[in-house]
């Protein structure tokens, strides 16, 4: 993380020392840097450069309006999986003509809403959903474009949780069904089938897996061709991976490396079976895009000597990020201001009332109490996933750009946590 750096012993985020922003926003708060988000899409962006594609960010990993005006204007597009993550981008001014809208579970009033906006494509996941978009759009006296997610039936070799390739798994339509499935989708009057879709999981530190997709992917493309059924787009998904900091991971493969290998393998075969006719091809990153730009900053309220273990009691917990809890995710922690002295082992936790509730175990720290402490490579599915657990307001979000800090989320208060209930007259 080059944009989180140690100057003069004290956690910087670009120019801005933590120490700071804790004083100015309070704790927690979740810290971004600019410059890190605009390198990361930029790692995408110059990769296609000169090329009919397109990226459309994974908005759920981190949907902060100031985040998506930042990727907005730097020409992204944007990958939905709800009405509500598409009223996001048009608040954001993003464009809808570049979104994509995925999910096994959209509803009738999510479609009409991404249809009067006029979105590029709707990620369909099986045959009740074509045929209720179908319907949908009909009422409407529109088309819907679609293309299908395949489950290509990969293994990508991560978290069970975070996998979504295989057969099991809720998402896609079969490899084995996708001739028949788009053959219904062609033969329906308010579609116009477009493309095709993947996502095989999250946390790819190899691309393989994504190149054996891609693969099966081109078989289909060439099978339906065949058939008359001519693809205009490509969308392998998202799921590049990054370092979370724990010891003998590997480094995730570089975003450069893996589009150059994709874009080898299309371009061999557009040349070999298409006369060199181009694709368009559409990504849907997410954590590689914001992962690495966020930290969650937290005060230590208590040190709490166990019999059995050491507890260092912050003041961030599970409903602020639940990665640790939900998938025993390591999250690297780290002083804002080192101290010298002994370190001990703790398990750093929060206050809510579950023993689920902790952040990172078994890390040897120099600590007090009052002293802040870093959840490093927060960016993605922090806030998005945070909740308001014992009445928990999430935390502020701010965005450092060089020595400049902008509040982008204020913290939420209690009374706004229980604003909409009521009590029975
Ligand atoms: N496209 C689709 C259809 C997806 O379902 C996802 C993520 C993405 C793109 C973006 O994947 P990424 O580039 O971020 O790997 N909460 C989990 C990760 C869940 C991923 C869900 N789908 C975590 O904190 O690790």
Redesign the pocket.
């Known amino acids: 993380m080059p944009h989180f750096s140690y100057q003069a012993g004290v956690l910087h985020a670009e120019s801005k020392s933590l120490s700071n922003i804790a004083e100015q926003f309070g704790t927690p708060t979740y810290v971004y840097s600019k410059a890190a988000l605009l390198e990361n899409f930029d790692s995408y962006a110059n990769a296609c450069a000169g090329r009919d594609a397109l990226v459309c960010y ?1 908005m ?2 981190n949907s902060n309006l100031a985040i998506l005006d930042i990727l907005a204007r730097r020409g992204a597009g944007f ?1 939905i ?1 709800s009405g509500g993550e598409l009223l996001r981008v048009i608040a954001a001014g993003g464009d809808p003509a570049k979104v994509i809208f ?2 096994v579970g959209k509803t009738v009033a999510e479609m009409r809403l991404a249809l009067a906006h006029d979105i590029l494509c709707f ?1 369909v996941e099986s045959i009740p959903e074509l045929h209720r978009l179908n319907e949908v759009a009909g009422a409407m006296g529109k088309t819907a474009r679609v293309s299908l ?1 395949v489950n290509p039936n990969v293994d990508a070799k991560t ?1 069970p ?2 996998a ?1 390739g295989l057969k099991a798994s809720k ?1 896609g339509v079969a490899f084995d069904d996708a001739l028949a499935t788009y053959r219904t989708a062609a033969g329906l009057p308010h579609l116009t089938v477009a493309g095709i879709d993947c ?1 095989i ?4 530190l190899d691309d393989a897996p994504l190149l054996e997709a891609l693969d099966k992917l081109i078989e289909l493309i060439d099978a339906l061709a065949r058939e008359g059924i001519v693809l205009h787009h490509l969308d392998i ?5 990054i370092n979370y900091g724990e010891a003998g991971e590997a480094e995730p493969v570089p975003v450069a490396d893996y589009l150059g290998r994709l874009f080898k393998r299309i371009d061999a075969w557009r040349a070999e079976c298409y006369a060199g006719a181009p694709i368009k091809v559409i990504f ?6 914001v ?1 690495d730009i966020g930290v969650l900053l937290t005060n230590i309220e208590f040190l709490k000597p166990g019999q059995e273990k050491n507890f260092c009691v912050v003041d961030a917990a599970m409903n602020d990020l ?2 640790p809890a ?2 025993q ?1 390591w999250m690297d922690v780290q002083p804002v201001v080192a101290r010298a002295g002994e370190a001990h082992t703790y398990d750093v936790v929060g206050p809510v009332c579950e023993s689920g509730d902790w952040l990172a175990r078994e890390r040897a720290l120099v600590v007090a109490p009052g002293d802040l402490l870093a959840i490093m490579s927060a960016g ?2 922090g806030l998005t ?1 945070s909740s308001n657990y014992n009445t928990r307001g999430r935390a502020a979000e701010v965005m450092v750009d060089g020595d400049c800090v902008h509040l982008i989320r204020q913290r939420e208060n209690p009374a706004d946590l229980f604003a909409l209930e009521s009590i029975i007259k």
């Open positions: 994974a759920k990993a990958d999986v995925s999910g990620n997610r978290h949780y975070i979504t998402f996502h999981g999250s946390q790819l998904g998202g799921g590049l991976g849907e990153p997410g954590r590689s895009i992962g639940m990665r939900l998938y995710a993605a599915y996933m």
